[in-house]
């Protein structure tokens, strides 16, 4: 029997969705019983979310029909689904015993190269976005499978910064209570969720009682600000802030200079090594003393996340 011509109908013409197309291009359409698939174990995204939604998903199927076929890894006389599990689950919950795929043995460049392309692809109409979390375990499985559980390894490989990265892992150190308020909240913002991890990991306290006005919704409308002043609150309240009784352990060979008499200003800046983490620190100083500061370390994302503050400080000299 001749092998029928494999026809991709992709939703959007761009650069990723063509690499898919020449990726599959030597597939073969089949007819797969669902009683021989199988999930991919890295998939990051957890049946409760593929699930979530899936029965107006079906009936959006039932109705306009599957645009692109799901893929299948062929292992021995098993499908293993690498892409198109929402619509293979919505399928099944339509009563169809089985469901028209690409099926192809992958090499193990291909398989990172279709995990690549599942988290770059952002069609509506047949995936649903990843949740905080989801996109997490994304570049954790990522990170350990294809490059030897290296971040840095990663990051470079996708054309991002190591600090995005470390970012976006930050919610796997969350407690339930905070994975609980970023999805009860739908917070995407990883560089806030990374600064509110750090924030609990000091102070827990400091952490709940943020959630409950968040829950309560008794927080203003920015989050970001918000999360800001527990900052600041937090580095007031956990270092003295007489700078003479706070020397840094371990100076950089920028030490911090004196800052200017208040005859002159009253706000200056200076770097530094923090006592007790030992990272680089940016300070800003008010009348002699420390009015906050920044573990600045090698996350630019934050960093640059700082900027209004620091405008704001420095607009008052």
Known sequence: MAKPTLKINMARKTGDNAALVALLSDGELRRIPHNKIDRDPNQPRPMAEVLDGIEDFAAELKRDGIIQPPVFNLIEDRYQILWGERRTEANKINGNSDILGIVKRFSEHEKKKIFELQYAENDEKNRKSLSPMAEAKWWENYINVYHNGSAAS?????????????????????????????????????????????????????????????????????????????????????????????PPAKPTTTSPQEPPSTESTETSLSFCTHPDTQQPTLIIYKNNKIECFFDISNDIERLKSELEILTNHLGNK
């Open 154 to 246: 990663a990051a470079m490989d996708r054309g991002i910064s190591k600090g995005v990265v470390s970012n976006k892992l930050k919610l796997l150190d969350a407690n339930d209570r905070l994975i609980q308020c970023v999805q009860k909240n739908n917070i995407k913002d990883f560089t806030l969720i990374a600064d509110l991890v750090r924030i609990g990991s000091k102070d827990s306290k400091l952490l709940d009682d943020w959630v409950d006005s968040l829950n309560a919704g008794t927080l203003s409308n920015n989050l970001r600000h918000s999360v800001k002043e527990l900052r600041k609150h937090l580095d007031t309240s956990t270092i003295t802030p007489e700078r003479t009784n706070a």
